[in-house]
């Protein structure tokens, strides 16, 4: 049982770019997220409002929400991990932000330098301020199929701190599989566990495609009932506190894969790969889309 349409979110401005270390300017940014909003794309995570000494490249997500044409139907989110970010992004017009988590302690430490119980406490008044302005907060956890310091991650514990960010008032949550090491098996026995308490359709998956497992991470979680995903165009990026994890798998590869099963996505194939290309070609890189190589070599 397939669902009919999936919800892709587009999180190459962030998750994408956040990791390189060459300057990116604001202009050829502001273009990656036009380019994404004319190729279809109903959500675009536009960048960070976290620590610039942290991750240094997101330092400018102000001024690209500024640069940015804004699509009527489109939403425009970014991340916030503390309330400072949160006010920093309600400035910027922001009209959906997300907090994240992580499922292993020594992960949350290096990501946001903390422990997960001070994280989540840390989220209670940037909830509150994101429900009093009435901006809608996605969550997410970090390393839910192996964390790069504390190697293999329970379910249960998965699930317990999905549960805290559902409980807090994320309206979906999204399961990010840091370091791309989840098989199909794995990814399945996850979502029975996390989905036993959080519905199915307020759950998400977050695949890097590090150990090239990332579509059939799609397809089993599609099994399981799961109709959001976040890719990333051309496959970019890399997360900064997990080393040697490759990019996000590549938006254009999913959109392969759910053509071919007849799941509606709203998003035009051709548009997607332009925009890719051009990010490519302002970084300097191979495109890391296997559809996009094959189809612009024909
Ligand atoms: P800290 O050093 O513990 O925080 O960092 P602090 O409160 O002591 O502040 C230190 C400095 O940062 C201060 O400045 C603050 O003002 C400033 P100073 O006085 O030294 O000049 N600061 C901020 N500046 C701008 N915006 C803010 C902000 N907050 C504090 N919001 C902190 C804690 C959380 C801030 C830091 O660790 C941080 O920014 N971490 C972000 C890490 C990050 O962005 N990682 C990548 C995203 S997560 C990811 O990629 C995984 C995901 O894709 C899912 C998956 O794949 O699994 C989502
Ligand atoms: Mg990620």
Request: charged share 20%; glycine share 10%.
């Amino acid at each position: 049982n397939l669902p009919k349409s999936v919800r892709l979110v587009e999180v190459g401005p962030r998750d994408g770019l956040q990791n390189e270390k060459q300057p990116i300017s604001v202009a050829d940014k502001v273009r990656l997220v036009d380019d994404l909003t004319v190729a279809g794309l109903s959500y675009i995570e536009v960048g960070s409002f976290v620590s610039p000494k942290w991750v240094p490249q997101m330092a400018g997500s102000a001024e690209v929400f500024t640069g940015i044409q804004r699509s009527a139907g489109v939403t425009y989110a970014a991340l916030t991990p503390n309330l400072k970010g949160l006010e920093a992004a309600l400035d910027a017009k922001v009209e959906e932000v997300a907090v994240f988590a992580a499922a292993s302690e020594a992960f949350s430490q290096k990501n946001i330098n903390c422990s997960i119980a001070d994280s989540l406490q840390r989220f209670v008044p940037l909830m509150e301020a994101a429900k009093a302005a009435n901006v809608r907060v996605r969550g997410y956890v970090s390393c839910v199929l192996g964390c790069p310091y504390d190697g293999e991650i329970a379910p249960q514990q998965v699930a317990s701190v999905a549960r805290e960010l559902y409980a807090m008032g994320c309206y979906e949550v999204s399961l990010g599989d840091t370091i791309g090491t989840g098989t199909a098996g794995k990814t399945r026995a996850l979502l029975e566990v996390v989905g036993h308490d959080i519905p199915r359709e307020r759950l998400a998956g977050h695949f890097h495609d590090t150990y090239g497992q990332a579509l059939a991470n799609i397809y089993a979680s599609l099994l399981e009932g799961i109709s959001v995903f976040d890719s990333s165009v051309a496959g970019l990026g890399g997360c900064p506190y997990a080393k040697g994890a490759t990019g996000n798998v590549a938006t254009e590869d999913v959109l392969y894969l759910l053509q071919g099963l007849g799941i509606e996505t709203g998003v035009d194939m051709h548009k997607l790969i332009a925009a890719g290309q051009r990010i490519c070609e302002v970084l300097g890189k191979a495109n890391g889309s296997r559809v996009a190589r094959a189809l612009l070599s024909r």
